[in-house]
């Protein structure tokens, strides 16, 4: 069986149209599935509309948040709870063209244990965007070694990679390295980004800036390493001033350089807080991890039962 996870967060629009024509993809090409709704702490009406489309439609199922947890946490919440023996992610919003999910199953039954489904083109963006995209996926690529430009959270991952995946004891993670990092046979399909149907993006200037900060520290220590090379320049910088400075004083002409002294208090100031800064985030995120509290917190559950499911199985 298939288990397909859907995140949706404020989706009351898309649930139903989505539920429907994955559904009907799947139920045509005979593939037997699950399709799990994970509802992310939404305050419209999506719980409503995911319940009544698990009574309505065979298949459905669908947890529901406490709150806002985000769509990482979503989507480790959907694998959590799918029976499949293969999963794979998909955005309610149907920008992720649902035909190429069979597509995806047809390589997962040739063997192939990750199937990533990797952007033609990123769709519709503002410069700015697709500016500080750039900049992104360039030091997540270079963190990662994996080239990030174009990858999405679409995927298909079989039971074991599921299962490596739930057994990582980090809270945070970048979702879409992650798959990558696990290693195992995998292979990509194309797909070009759609347009989204109904709602808006759930993105915000705030929350993308988060999400890139988190993900780069979450996989990269290099911040850190850039204020260790930033201290050496500065050395090195101050090993020639200071040379200069006494070569001043002993020839008798010490009394100038205030400007020198204002810029070297002002440069080296902003550093210091700079690194310090960066250290505390880093901090922040061990104190974080130390706690150990859960990703995300289920108040509801709905759709077929366990007995039920295993007919198709
Ligand atoms: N989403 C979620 N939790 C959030 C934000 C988004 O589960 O906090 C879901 C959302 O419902 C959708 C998917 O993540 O299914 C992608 O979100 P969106 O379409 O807003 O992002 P974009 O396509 O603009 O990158
Ligand atoms: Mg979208």
């Not at 459905?60 to 985000?70: A, C, L, Q």
């Not at 047809?106 to 500080?132: C, D, N, P």
């Not at 985030?281 to 295993?310: F, L, M, Q, S, W």
């Amino acid at each position: 069986m298939l288990s397909v996870i859907i995140p949706a967060y404020q989706e009351e629009e898309m649930i139903p149209i989505t539920a429907k024509t994955v559904s009907e993809i799947l139920d045509g090409a005979k593939i037997p599935h699950e399709l799990i709704f994970v509802n992310d702490g939404s305050r419209d009406g999506t719980w409503g509309q995911i319940v009544a489309a698990a009574k309505t439609i065979r298949g459905v199922r669908g947890i529901s948040f406490s709150k806002n947890f985000g769509k990482e946490a979503a989507m480790i919440a959907g694998l959590a709870y799918a029976k499949g023996d293969a999963s794979v992610i998909i955005d309610c919003d149907l920008q992720h063209p649902p035909e190429k999910i069979v597509e995806m199953y047809g390589l997962w039954q040739q063997g192939y244990k990750v199937v990533e489904a990797v952007k033609l083109s990123r769709g519709k963006e503002g410069v700015f965007h697709r500016f500080a995209a750039g900049v992104f996926y360039n030091i997540i690529s270079r963190a990662t070694g994996i080239d990030m430009r174009n990858a999405s959270d679409f995927k298909l991952m079989d039971r074991e990679v599921v299962e490596t995946i739930l057994k990582m004891p980090e809270r945070q993670f970048f979702f879409r390295a992650i798959s990558a990092w696990v290693g195992f046979r995998s292979t990509v399909v194309e797909f070009e980004v759609q347009e989204r149907l109904r709602g808006d993006s759930k993105w915000s200037l705030k929350s993308l800036t988060k999400y890139a900060v988190t993900n780069i520290t979450s996989f990269s220590s290099a911040p850190l390493q850039v204020v260790t090379l930033s201290g050496l320049v500065f050395f090195v910088f101050a090993l020639i001033l200071g040379v200069h400075t006494l070569v001043k004083f002993l020839s008798g002409a010490a009394l100038e350089g205030f400007t020198t002294v204002i810029m070297l208090q002002l440069i080296s100031s902003s550093i210091l807080m700079l690194a310090i800064g960066m250290i505390g985030y880093y901090v922040a995120k061990i104190y974080d991890e130390v706690k150990g509290r859960p990703r995300y917190i289920v108040e509801a559950e709905t759709g077929e039962t366990d007995a039920e499911n295993h007919g198709d199985l």
